[in-house]
T-cell receptor, first 112, second 114 residues
């Protein structure tokens, strides 16, 4: 089972780039890496997913090194509304959910 | 298109009582999941289903049962509630084949067992 480790919390000022790293040393060959965002009293929301190298969408980038033992979520120019908990999830795409492992989450606080 | 809905939103139970949480999705997703989230913690998978009529155990299945009689519904049952089951319960669903493999989460059910 791919255990994930993330920093407990991070602080940033508005307008800065934020990088959150997740460690997943036991990632399996078929595993994808997915990041979710969660606001208080809400369910998590999908941000980005990748398998290797770099993935970019309209809200974030995901960097995955060649050994895939870690991944970094990059949020460009954060705003106050990005204050949330960010989770890293490792698992395969087959739906065998017993292999899904959510990280403990990183609480990001953005201030002016 | 409501996405994933959960019923009820809040519930208070006494120890030993039973209840069923309902999750419904209108996206024709094959996969459905039940998670619990304790205060300040991440999500832990309770049970999941890869299709109508199928269920499987996740990381923390003890004390819970599930059923998926219809593709759009996934029920989570607590037969004899315990204070340790006080938590927020989230349901999620996912398409089987479409990438990215994104889980769509419901708004959660806040359960307190006294």
């Amino acid at each position: 089972l791919a255990k994930t480790t993330q920093p407990i919390s991070m602080d940033s000022y508005e307008g800065q780039e934020v990088n959150i790293t997740c460690s997943h040393n036991n990632i399996a060959t078929n595993d994808y890496i997915t990041w979710y965002q969660q606001f208080p009293s809400q369910g998590p929301r999908f941000i980005i997913q990748g398998y290797k190298t770099k993935v970019t969408n309209e809200v974030a980038s995901l960097f995955i090194p060649a050994d895939r033992k870690s991944s970094t979520l990059s949020l460009p120019r954060v705003s106050l509304s990005d204050t949330a908990v960010y989770y890293c999830l490792v698992g395969d795409g087959t739906g065998t959910a017993s292999k899904l492992t959510f990280g403990t989450g990183t609480r990001l606080q953005v201030t002016l | 298109n409501a996405g994933v809905t959960q019923t009820p939103k809040f519930r208070v139970l006494k120890t030993g009582q039973s209840m069923t949480l309902l999750c419904a999705q209108d996206m024709n997703h094959e996969y459905m999941y039940w998670y619990r989230q304790d205060p300040g913690m991440g999500l832990r998978l309770i049970h999941y289903s890869v299709g109508e009529g199928t269920t499987a155990k996740g990381e923390v299945p003890d004390g819970y049962n599930v059923s998926r009689l219809k593709k759009q519904n996934f029920l989570l049952g607590l037969e004899s509630a315990a204070p340790s089951q006080t938590s927020v319960y989230f349901c999620a669903s996912r398409d089987m084949y479409r990438e990215p493999y994104e889980q769509y989460f419901g708004p959660g059910t806040r359960l307190t067992v006294t």
